[in-house]
């Protein structure tokens, strides 16, 4: 009767030799997933961020070659559009990033870079149309990028001098 009144106050020592294991198991395999999800994570973001970098990259070319009176690629790796301004706008693309500047004369006036990490470029020009047509592929190339997923290929083209000619159409009765 006496030791049925005794309350325990801890724990025995099996229960501990089992409890401390299981929770490391516990903490182990928590460690693992969250080292999982935080890469995913940042994979995920870093696909975002090259979206982004595509899509201004797409909509800045259109806009400059829709807006361009001539425009000239001397090699796969570099193209100039004049504006009708007077300013020309170069595009060179260098190791892992594609700089665009837009020069008045000699001296350039702004400056933007896109990267391409994982990606291999290229302008082409089309004439065979009515209009030229800048093309700029995006070439995937996945020992550029290590522990990620290769990157999409892609290409963005634009009509050369749209703008002008819409104007143009406009101004005509």
């Avoid at 009515?130 to 997923?149: G, H, M, T, W």
Wanted: glycine share 4%; hydrophobic share 45%; charged share 25%.
């Amino acid at each position: 009767m006496r030791a049925s009144l005794h309350q325990r106050r801890g724990w025995s020592l099996m229960e501990l030799m089992v409890v401390i294991p299981l929770m490391a198991i516990l903490l182990s395999i928590s460690s693992v997933l969250l080292t999982a999800v935080l890469r995913s994570q940042g994979m995920l973001w870093a696909d975002i961020q090259q979206q982004s970098a595509r899509v201004r990259l797409a909509v800045q070319l259109r806009a400059d070659a829709h807006n361009a009176t001539d425009l000239r690629c001397p090699s796969p790796q570099v193209c100039d559009i004049l504006l009708p301004s007077g300013e020309m706008v170069h595009y060179e693309i260098k190791e892992n990033a594609l700089q665009r500047e837009l020069r008045q004369k000699e001296a350039v006036i702004g400056r933007q870079s896109f990267p391409l990490d994982g990606l291999a470029a290229t302008f082409a020009v089309d004439e065979s149309q009515e209009r030229p047509l800048i093309r700029l592929s995006l070439e995937s190339v996945a020992e550029r990028v290590k522990f990620s997923r290769p990157a999409r290929a892609s290409v963005v083209e634009a009509a050369v001098g749209i703008r002008k000619s819409l104007v143009a159409g406009k101004s005509q009765p």
